[in-house]
């Protein structure tokens, strides 16, 4: 295979010292910027890009590569620890991650994100490598149709999410989509729901939605229902515990596999990203997985589908970006801009013309990615100990770094005001047991869904044949259909048991 | 009750750290004292999404600007896409008087905003330079069952059969679409993307028949032979790779004719010294060699340098023309 020797060069390139310690840098700065709330993977590539410009091409994709990647592990810590996704991928980690870390269990939890990342980005890498050129052609086939009906998809799939309460996490779904619809019209350009307010002109911004949402509501959380949190600083936490044993390896295993090649495809499409890919993996998960009951809850699960998914996606986004030209998500188009600026001409030349690039490129992923496992295995036992941290300084610390994290994006006090609102919200709603990570996904995917329905009809002229013209269209619409008229169906043939119990109630 | 006292009492909580970020919020935006001198890192705005032709315009700006050290504070790219410019033009409307912002202006964008009769247009904002023409073309897939120009246009006969892509709803790419099918006589679709990157995915993917872009947005996939260009809607044919695209005046289409136009832009009431900082960066950006031989050269951009006063003169001119235009097509009604 030309393949395995021009990656074993690759590898030589990426092991040169300069090549390695970019690769250490990168991870290092990604890991940061992941477990900052406010900063994702987009806005750190962006920052680190004007810096790269003196460096060697390779060297320098090879940093921010390592940064976007590494992003993705450092994205978990704050969610499990804090309950504050570090950027929207790591929504669903918060959704296990937190409550294992409210059990005792963070370092637990921390381990399985690491070591779960680890296998989906590997999985991901290895998918580049050989199928990498192949699977961005094939990607190119999901049109508008496709794609409106992937994110259709994830959104009726919500509802399994919350298994006992369908209703709840529909509400949710249904509020983020009308809050993602404030601002700007995509494409009349027209302000909607905007109030004459200039501020929410361009809409509502994701990143104090997330932080008010998970952090602050937390915060609130925290206040109202002290005793609660009293109980979890006082335990004893070990490292040695949260080395996950035998039987939760083997739990996790499988699911991080799957979910890592799953991730890994939701990569390769243009446009879908590392959020769409854990949120699917996750439901998944829930839906075929042996521990489903407990996802949710605090299971290892949860945490291992919705990191290895991720990383998988970052890994997979670079399939398009290199063999096309074409970028697969919003970090890779700012990548894409920095192949033009280091003087490489991106498209399907770039294997060719630019081999020590490409391949040096994909031989420090291998390298990174153990960089990146390393560094965040060796930073638990310092991130375990936020969890010692009695809730009286938790609660300023944690509404200190919402507020400053929200501030620091836009400078903009709006954000802060907005955040807040947010955060109460998320408690009102809270109360009443509907989950806030609907919202959220069903606001960073509305615009999406806008946007390709509206590319479908300008495409077939206002038919709606067009949603059922290609195989993949159908199937995927086969798969809506499937699965929410099963929890119905199913739903009337288990009704009987619940039915006497209300009436042994009455 | 207990319960509302605690909401109540974590929300002032926050309150008074709000009151410090409030206070360190305002009067930032330093005064002009004789000459302008930015005091933080320059937020330049694309109103794009990443990897397109104004994204890479800001980026080459920013990097000459920070090497060379015409500025002391580093220009930081931000992409902001969405309502055809509009968003950006939103957000940098809102920061008024801030001498630290910058905005890539495309004349696209300012078509776009007065299509869409957005809130914001660029006559609100602030004028900084032009720094170089750029072209349009019409290009199709290599596979594609329009070989040449000539077979489209035929096809584009019988309505709503060829869909020609383009970034974003009245921008420049909409009006040269509008222009062809006017002038063309013939009934093509247009399928509105965010960026050109997304139109190109479409593109080599199946789902649009054509797309309208920049050359430096394709020049890799027409190196590789997967995109073949059909047609440039400049005045002369460009070089290179592009250099067996017909103009339409050649092939007997009068009017079917536009240039993009790459400029800077700032917020409302941005100080007389500012402007006059911005100037001055940007004229000596626009002569070093690194501009002309890895921007303009290699995207196939003619390079010129209009200070802020001529670009306000300028576009003034211009936008009368974009609504005569856009009129007569019949998409500003």
Redesign the interface.
């Known amino acids: 295979m030309g393949n395995v020797q021009l990656l074993l060069e690759g590898i030589g390139t990426a092991l040169s010292f300069q090549n390695l310690i970019a690769a250490f840098a990168g991870a290092i700065m990604g890991l940061i910027v992941g477990a900052m709330p406010g900063i994702g993977s987009l806005a750190g590539v962006a920052l680190l890009l004007p810096l790269t410009f003196k460096m060697n091409p390779t060297t320098a994709i090879i940093m921010l590569a390592a940064l976007y990647y590494s992003n993705m592990y450092g994205g978990s810590f704050s969610a499990i620890l804090l309950n504050i996704p570090g950027d929207s991928p790591a929504i669903m980690t918060s959704l296990d991650g937190y409550p294992m870390s409210r059990k005792g269990e963070a370092g637990k939890a921390l381990f399985t994100a690491s070591v779960s990342s680890f296998i989906g980005g590997t999985i991901g890498i290895i998918m580049l490598t050989f199928i990498g050129p192949l699977a961005a052609k094939w990607g190119l086939s999901f049109g508008p149709a496709e794609l409106t009906w992937l994110i259709v998809l994830a959104l009726t799939s919500i509802g399994w999410l919350i298994g006992d309460k369908p209703a709840a996490g529909l509400l949710a779904t249904a509020l983020g989509m009308m809050i993602a619809t404030v601002g700007f019209d995509k494409a009349l350009g027209q302000p909607r729901f905007a109030f004459g307010n200039v501020n929410l002109f361009s809409g509502v911004a994701f990143i104090p939605l997330v932080i008010g949402m998970f952090g602050f509501g937390q915060v609130i959380d925290m206040v109202v229902n002290r005793d609660n949190y009293a109980s979890v600083s006082s335990k004893k936490l070990s490292i040695k515990e949260s080395i996950v044993n035998k039987d939760e390896a083997k739990r996790i295993a499988p699911v991080a596999v799957r979910s890592g090649l799953l991730g890994t495809f939701i990569g390769i499409l243009p446009g879908a990203g590392a959020t769409m890919g854990a949120f699917l993996s996750y439901v998944t998960e829930k839906k075929i997985g042996k521990n489903k009951d407990q996802m949710g809850k605090g299971a290892v699960e949860g945490v291992a589908a919705a990191e290895a998914a991720n990383n998988g996606a970052a890994m997979g986004a670079f399939a398009p970006l290199l063999s096309l030209g074409i970028p697969g998500s919003g970090t890779s188009a700012v990548l894409l801009g920095g192949l033009m600026m280091w003087g490489l001409q991106p498209g399907p030349l770039l294997f060719k013309n630019n081999p020590d690039f490409v391949w040096g490129l994909i031989g420090s992923m291998y390298i990174g990615n153990i960089i990146c496992l390393i560094i965040a295995i060796l930073s638990i036992p310092i991130l375990m100990k936020v969890v010692t941290v009695p809730s009286s300084l938790m609660v300023p610390l944690i509404s200190s770094i919402c507020i400053i994290g929200t501030y620091s994006v836009n400078n903009s006090m709006f954000d802060v005001y907005l955040m807040i609102g947010a955060g109460v919200l998320a408690y009102l709603m809270s109360l009443a047991d509907i989950p806030a990570a609907p919202l959220l996904l069903s606001f960073v995917l509305t615009p999406m869904l806008e946007m390709y329905i509206r590319q479908s009809f300008d495409i077939s002229g206002g038919s709606l044949g067009v949603f059922i013209q290609s195989p993949i269209s159908k199937v995927l619409c086969t798969l809506i259909i499937l699965f929410s008229v099963t929890p119905i169906l199913l739903k009337i043939f288990n009704k009987k048991p619940p039915v006497d119990m209300s009436e042994m109630d009455a | 009750m207990k ?1 509302f006292v ?2 109540i ?3 002032l ?2 309150g008074a ?2 009151t410090g ?2 206070s360190g ?1 305002a009067g930032k935006t330093g005064e002009g004292n004789g000459s302008f001198e930015p005091k933080r890192e320059v937020e330049f705005v694309v109103p794009s ?3 397109g032709g104004s ?2 315009n800001a ?2 700006i ?2 000459i600007a ?2 060379e050290g015409f500025t002391p504070k ?7 896409p ?7 033009f ?2 940098v ?2 920061k008024k008087g801030n001498n630290e912002t910058l905005m890539i202006l495309h004349n696209g964008q300012i078509m ?2 007065i ?6 247009t660029s006559d609100m904002l602030t004028y900084l330079p032009v720094v170089a023409f750029d072209n349009l073309l019409i290009v199709t897939r290599a596979d594609s069952e329009y070989q040449d120009i000539e077979a489209l246009l035929e096809a584009a006969k019988t309505p ?1 059969k060829v ?1 020609v892509g383009g970034s974003q ?2 921008n420049t790419d909409h009006l040269a679409f509008e222009l062809m099918n006017k002038y063309a006589e013939v009934e093509a ?7 050109s ?2 139109v ?3 593109l ?5 028949d054509a797309a309208i872009c920049n050359p ?1 947005d394709t ?3 027409v ?2 032979g ?1 995109v073949i260009p059909l047609a440039v809607f400049s005045q002369e044919r460009i070089g290179k790779e592009f250099e067996d695209a017909p103009t339409f005046a050649e092939l007997g289409y009068e009017g079917i004719e536009i240039d993009a136009v790459r400029a800077i832009a700032g917020p409302p009431e941005m100080s007389a010294e500012a402007i006059a900082f911005y100037d001055e960066v940007i004229r000596k950006v626009t002569e070093t060699d690194q501009w002309k031989n ?1 921007y303009l050269e290699p995207n196939n951009l003619e390079g010129v340098y209009m200070t802020s006063a001529e670009a306000k003169e300028f576009f003034e001119k211009e936008i009368e023309k974009y609504k005569e235009i856009f009129t007569e097509v019949g998409v500003i009604k």
């Open positions: 319960k605690k909401i009492a974590s929300t909580l926050v750290l709000l970020c409030a919020g999404s990443a990897g994204d890479l980026r080459i920013s990097e920070f090497k580093n220009f930081m790219v931000t992409n902001m969405g309502g055809s410019g509009g968003v950006a939103a957000d409307y809102s776009s905003t299509v869409n009769e957005s809130p914001v709503d869909k709803r009245g679709s247009y399928v509105q993307f965010d960026g990157g997304d190109l995915g479409a080599l993917g199946g789902h649009i430096s020049l890799g996939q190196q590789a997967e890895e």
